[in-house]
């Protein structure tokens, strides 16, 4: 499995066309087989310990397939 980690930060990500950009980079990685994670920068900052938390039982969700 290869996992693609996405941090939005708002002031980035807050486009039509970066949301469009990621939409397609999306598409692409999940089409070669590619898990997408998408977590906000906000979040990250806030409450990295859940947000690793949630990555660990993907992962584990994943391996267990």
């Known amino acids: 499995m290869i996992i693609s980690l996405e941090g939005n930060n708002i002031q ?5 066309s970066q949301k469009a950009h990621d939409r397609k980079k999306d598409r692409y990685l999940r089409s ?3 898990k997408v994670i998408r977590v906000s920068g906000s979040r990250i ?3 990295l310990p859940s947000v690793v938390k949630g990555i660990s039982e993907e992962l ?3 391996t267990n397939v």
């Open 45 to 47: 900052h806030r409450s």
């Open 12 to 16: 980035f990500y807050s486009t039509a």
């Open 60 to 62: 584990t969700r994943r």
């Open 32 to 34: 070669k087989g590619w």
